[in-house]
T-cell receptor, first 117, second 111 residues
Protein backbone atom coordinates (compact mmCIF):
# COMPACT_ATOMS: atom_id res chain seq x y z
CA UNK A 1 0.00 0.00 0.00
CA UNK A 2 0.91 3.65 -0.23
CA UNK A 3 1.03 4.41 3.46
CA UNK A 4 2.19 2.96 6.75
CA UNK A 5 -0.03 0.06 7.70
CA UNK A 6 -0.57 -1.13 11.25
CA UNK A 7 -2.45 -4.14 12.47
CA UNK A 8 -4.62 -4.84 14.24
CA UNK A 9 -6.46 -1.52 14.45
CA UNK A 10 -7.92 -2.50 17.79
CA UNK A 11 -6.73 -5.06 20.29
CA UNK A 12 -8.42 -5.97 23.54
CA UNK A 13 -6.52 -8.34 25.76
CA UNK A 14 -6.62 -9.56 29.29
CA UNK A 15 -4.02 -8.58 31.82
CA UNK A 16 -1.09 -10.97 31.77
CA UNK A 17 -1.41 -11.91 28.10
CA UNK A 18 1.25 -11.16 25.50
CA UNK A 19 0.44 -9.02 22.46
CA UNK A 20 2.24 -8.41 19.18
CA UNK A 21 1.60 -5.27 17.18
CA UNK A 22 2.63 -5.14 13.56
CA UNK A 23 3.85 -2.28 11.41
CA UNK A 24 4.36 -2.37 7.66
CA UNK A 25 6.22 0.79 6.64
CA UNK A 26 6.17 2.57 3.31
CA UNK A 27 8.17 0.56 0.83
CA UNK A 28 11.79 1.65 0.72
CA UNK A 29 11.69 3.64 3.92
CA UNK A 30 14.85 3.19 5.92
CA UNK A 31 13.83 4.38 9.38
CA UNK A 32 10.97 3.00 11.43
CA UNK A 33 9.75 4.42 14.73
CA UNK A 34 7.42 3.22 17.44
CA UNK A 35 5.52 5.67 19.63
CA UNK A 36 2.91 5.34 22.34
CA UNK A 37 0.23 7.98 22.66
CA UNK A 38 -2.03 8.25 25.66
CA UNK A 39 -5.30 10.13 25.34
CA UNK A 40 -4.69 13.85 25.32
CA UNK A 41 -0.91 13.48 25.17
CA UNK A 42 1.76 13.73 22.53
CA UNK A 43 3.46 10.71 21.01
CA UNK A 44 5.95 9.21 23.45
CA UNK A 45 9.05 7.80 21.79
CA UNK A 46 9.64 4.08 22.35
CA UNK A 47 12.27 2.92 19.89
CA UNK A 48 13.49 3.21 16.33
CA UNK A 49 15.32 1.27 13.63
CA UNK A 50 17.50 2.09 10.69
CA UNK A 51 17.10 -0.85 8.34
CA UNK A 52 17.10 -3.90 10.63
CA UNK A 53 19.28 -2.36 13.33
CA UNK A 54 17.64 -1.05 16.46
CA UNK A 55 19.29 2.31 17.03
CA UNK A 56 17.70 3.50 20.23
CA UNK A 57 15.45 1.65 22.64
CA UNK A 58 15.75 4.06 25.50
CA UNK A 59 12.05 4.86 25.36
CA UNK A 60 10.85 1.33 26.03
CA UNK A 61 9.23 1.53 29.48
CA UNK A 62 10.58 -1.76 30.84
CA UNK A 63 11.79 -5.19 29.77
CA UNK A 64 8.27 -6.38 28.98
CA UNK A 65 8.48 -4.29 25.83
CA UNK A 66 10.58 -5.35 22.85
CA UNK A 67 10.69 -4.64 19.14
CA UNK A 68 12.26 -6.20 16.11
CA UNK A 69 12.62 -5.53 12.41
CA UNK A 70 14.49 -8.62 11.21
CA UNK A 71 14.54 -7.92 7.48
CA UNK A 72 14.55 -4.16 7.59
CA UNK A 73 10.92 -3.83 6.57
CA UNK A 74 8.04 -5.06 8.74
CA UNK A 75 8.41 -4.48 12.46
CA UNK A 76 6.75 -6.06 15.46
CA UNK A 77 6.33 -4.47 18.88
CA UNK A 78 5.76 -7.10 21.53
CA UNK A 79 4.41 -6.49 25.02
CA UNK A 80 4.68 -9.41 27.40
CA UNK A 81 2.51 -9.93 30.47
CA UNK A 82 0.38 -6.91 29.65
CA UNK A 83 -0.81 -4.60 32.39
CA UNK A 84 -3.70 -2.14 32.41
CA UNK A 85 -1.29 0.78 32.30
CA UNK A 86 -0.13 -0.45 28.88
CA UNK A 87 -3.48 0.61 27.40
CA UNK A 88 -2.82 3.31 24.79
CA UNK A 89 -2.61 4.01 21.09
CA UNK A 90 0.58 2.57 19.63
CA UNK A 91 1.74 4.39 16.53
CA UNK A 92 4.32 3.41 13.97
CA UNK A 93 6.02 5.83 11.60
CA UNK A 94 8.55 5.51 8.83
CA UNK A 95 10.95 7.84 7.11
CA UNK A 96 12.80 7.62 3.82
CA UNK A 97 16.10 8.78 5.28
CA UNK A 98 18.30 7.28 7.94
CA UNK A 99 19.52 10.62 9.26
CA UNK A 100 17.67 13.54 10.75
CA UNK A 101 19.61 16.34 9.14
CA UNK A 102 17.85 16.07 5.81
CA UNK A 103 14.57 17.08 7.33
CA UNK A 104 12.65 14.09 6.07
CA UNK A 105 9.37 13.89 7.89
CA UNK A 106 7.85 10.85 9.52
CA UNK A 107 4.81 9.25 7.96
CA UNK A 108 2.47 7.79 10.52
CA UNK A 109 0.17 4.83 10.41
CA UNK A 110 -3.33 4.92 11.88
CA UNK A 111 -2.16 3.17 15.02
CA UNK A 112 -3.24 0.19 17.09
CA UNK A 113 -5.46 0.96 20.03
CA UNK A 114 -4.59 -1.47 22.80
CA UNK A 115 -6.94 -2.01 25.70
CA UNK A 116 -5.85 -4.24 28.56
CA UNK A 117 -8.71 -5.37 30.77
CA UNK B 1 18.49 13.63 23.76
CA UNK B 2 16.09 16.04 22.18
CA UNK B 3 13.08 17.48 23.92
CA UNK B 4 10.24 19.75 22.92
CA UNK B 5 8.08 22.02 25.05
CA UNK B 6 4.96 23.56 23.61
CA UNK B 7 2.25 25.82 24.88
CA UNK B 8 -0.37 23.93 26.81
CA UNK B 9 -3.93 24.20 25.69
CA UNK B 10 -6.64 24.11 25.13
CA UNK B 11 -6.83 27.19 22.96
CA UNK B 12 -10.23 28.51 21.90
CA UNK B 13 -10.50 31.22 19.26
CA UNK B 14 -13.17 32.81 17.17
CA UNK B 15 -13.06 32.40 13.41
CA UNK B 16 -10.62 34.80 11.70
CA UNK B 17 -8.63 35.36 14.90
CA UNK B 18 -4.83 35.26 14.95
CA UNK B 19 -3.21 32.09 16.23
CA UNK B 20 0.13 31.55 17.93
CA UNK B 21 1.20 28.28 19.50
CA UNK B 22 4.59 28.47 21.15
CA UNK B 23 7.19 25.76 20.83
CA UNK B 24 10.76 25.58 22.13
CA UNK B 25 13.23 22.77 21.75
CA UNK B 26 16.38 21.37 23.29
CA UNK B 27 18.70 19.46 21.01
CA UNK B 28 22.32 18.85 20.20
CA UNK B 29 23.53 20.06 16.87
CA UNK B 30 21.09 21.35 14.32
CA UNK B 31 17.75 19.57 14.48
CA UNK B 32 15.04 19.66 11.88
CA UNK B 33 11.79 21.05 13.25
CA UNK B 34 8.24 20.05 12.43
CA UNK B 35 4.63 20.78 13.17
CA UNK B 36 2.19 17.90 12.92
CA UNK B 37 -1.59 18.15 13.08
CA UNK B 38 -4.12 15.58 14.26
CA UNK B 39 -7.70 16.19 13.18
CA UNK B 40 -10.48 14.52 15.18
CA UNK B 41 -10.50 10.79 14.64
CA UNK B 42 -7.45 10.83 12.38
CA UNK B 43 -3.74 10.12 12.60
CA UNK B 44 -0.84 12.56 12.67
CA UNK B 45 -0.14 14.47 9.49
CA UNK B 46 2.82 16.66 8.67
CA UNK B 47 1.78 20.32 8.55
CA UNK B 48 5.11 22.03 7.89
CA UNK B 49 8.81 21.79 8.57
CA UNK B 50 12.08 23.72 8.61
CA UNK B 51 15.54 22.24 8.43
CA UNK B 52 17.91 25.10 9.29
CA UNK B 53 18.08 28.38 11.12
CA UNK B 54 15.90 31.19 9.75
CA UNK B 55 14.02 28.81 7.47
CA UNK B 56 10.28 29.40 7.37
CA UNK B 57 7.96 26.47 6.92
CA UNK B 58 4.48 27.19 5.60
CA UNK B 59 1.36 25.30 4.59
CA UNK B 60 -2.40 25.96 4.53
CA UNK B 61 -1.84 29.49 5.82
CA UNK B 62 0.22 28.32 8.79
CA UNK B 63 3.81 29.47 9.24
CA UNK B 64 6.68 28.77 11.60
CA UNK B 65 10.21 30.19 11.58
CA UNK B 66 13.23 28.27 12.87
CA UNK B 67 14.84 30.58 15.44
CA UNK B 68 18.11 29.12 16.61
CA UNK B 69 18.92 32.04 18.90
CA UNK B 70 15.78 31.43 20.92
CA UNK B 71 15.50 27.68 20.14
CA UNK B 72 11.92 28.26 19.08
CA UNK B 73 9.57 27.25 16.29
CA UNK B 74 6.29 29.01 17.05
CA UNK B 75 3.29 28.21 14.87
CA UNK B 76 1.22 31.12 13.55
CA UNK B 77 -1.80 31.68 11.36
CA UNK B 78 -3.27 35.04 10.58
CA UNK B 79 -6.92 34.03 10.29
CA UNK B 80 -8.09 30.69 11.65
CA UNK B 81 -11.09 28.77 10.35
CA UNK B 82 -13.40 26.31 12.03
CA UNK B 83 -11.77 23.58 9.95
CA UNK B 84 -8.45 24.29 11.71
CA UNK B 85 -9.80 22.80 14.92
CA UNK B 86 -7.37 20.01 15.77
CA UNK B 87 -4.46 19.08 18.02
CA UNK B 88 -1.10 20.51 16.96
CA UNK B 89 2.22 18.87 17.85
CA UNK B 90 5.66 20.41 17.64
CA UNK B 91 8.53 17.98 16.99
CA UNK B 92 12.31 18.01 16.67
CA UNK B 93 14.51 15.49 14.90
CA UNK B 94 18.16 15.70 15.79
CA UNK B 95 21.37 14.64 14.17
CA UNK B 96 21.02 11.25 15.80
CA UNK B 97 17.68 10.72 14.04
CA UNK B 98 15.85 10.90 17.35
CA UNK B 99 12.36 12.39 16.73
CA UNK B 100 10.64 13.80 19.82
CA UNK B 101 7.22 15.41 20.13
CA UNK B 102 5.68 17.98 22.39
CA UNK B 103 2.57 17.21 24.41
CA UNK B 104 0.23 18.79 21.88
CA UNK B 105 -2.02 21.85 21.90
CA UNK B 106 -5.72 21.45 21.24
CA UNK B 107 -7.20 24.26 19.16
CA UNK B 108 -10.92 24.88 18.92
CA UNK B 109 -12.17 27.53 16.52
CA UNK B 110 -15.72 28.74 17.02
CA UNK B 111 -17.82 30.27 14.24
Amino acid sequence: GAGVSQSPRYKVTKRGQDVALRCDPISGHVSLYWYRQALGQGPEFLTYFNYEAQQDKSGLPNDRFSAERPEGSISTLTIQRTEQRDSAMYRCASSLEATGTGGMALHFGNGTRLTVT
Amino acid sequence: GNSVTQMEGPVTLSEEAFLTINCTYTATGYPSLFWYVQYPGEGLQLLLKATKADDKGSNKGFEATYRKETTSFHLEKGSVQVSDSAVYFCAARGDNNDMRFGAGTRLTVKP
